[in-house]
């Protein structure tokens, strides 16, 4: 297995545009989670879905932020309009559901100018 | 806010030392998972305990949990200059899926 993909790897964009991350679990998995990282703050969840349904958004920072998962095999987190404080490196991970153990993309350095 | 802290924040040790990182948490757990990573990567699991659970060993690693003190160590033994990375320590809530991860420990292993 490929394990999870995340595109782009790294992104650059200027303060007001829109920015939309990408993220392919591993086949079979049934939950998918958002991570952010940055020095100041760890790794925050920001969202986690399980069989394709939010199940807990409370870590998306504000409206700004969005993430959807149409189908088991892809879902995005989108920041519009993104400012420089989004700048950051984002993490997708899935899981199979009675595993517990993440497996973790390779992430997407965001940049934002 | 995060449910882990390790501590210490950094450390450095000789090739061959054992190393050992600490994790508090706040909350009654499911379980406790201890991840690293690389510089520029994503995390990878490492081992995994259940709340019932008081040791666990997986090859050069043993990991503790008491959870009368929410607090759980990871050991690594015979440390290797590949060991250096970044450990995190990682807990669910009781009852919930939602994977909460610590502040990190810096391991750097000097050869």
């Known amino acids: 297995d490929a394990g999870v993909i995340q595109s782009p790897r790294h992104e650059v964009t200027e303060m007001g545009q829109e920015v939309t991350l990408r993220c392919k679990p591993i086949?079979?998995?049934?939950?998918l989670f958002w991570y952010r990282q940055t020095m100041m703050r760890g790794l925050e969840l920001l969202i986690y879905?399980?069989?394709?349904?939010?199940?807990?958004d409370s870590g998306m920072p504000e409206d700004r932020f969005s993430a959807k998962m149409p189908n088991a095999s892809f879902s995005t987190l989108k920041i519009q309009p993104s400012e420089p404080r989004d700048s950051a490196v984002y993490f997708c991970?899935?899981?199979?559901?009675?595993?517990?153990?993440?497996?973790f993309g390779s992430g997407t350095q965001l940049s934002v100018l | 806010s995060q449910q882990g802290e390790e501590d210490p924040q950094a450390l450095s040790i000789q090739e061959g030392e054992n190393a050992t990182m600490n994790c508090s948490y706040k909350t009654s757990i499911n379980n406790l998972q201890w991840y690293r990573q690389n510089s520029g990567r994503g995390l990878v699991h490492l081992i995994l305990i259940r709340s019932n659970e008081r040791e666990k060993h997986s090859g050069r690693l043993r990991v503790t949990l008491d959870t009368s003190k929410k607090s759980s160590s990871l050991l690594i033994t015979a440390s290797r200059a590949a060991d250096t990375a970044s450990y995190f320590c990682a807990t669910d809530a009781a009852g919930t899926y939602k994977y909460i991860f610590g502040t990190g420990t810096r391991l750097k292993v000097l050869a």
């Open positions: 879905f399980n069989n394709n349904v939010p199940i807990d």
């Open positions: 086949s079979g998995h049934n939950s």
């Open positions: 991970a899935s899981s199979l559901a009675g595993t517990e153990k993440l497996f």
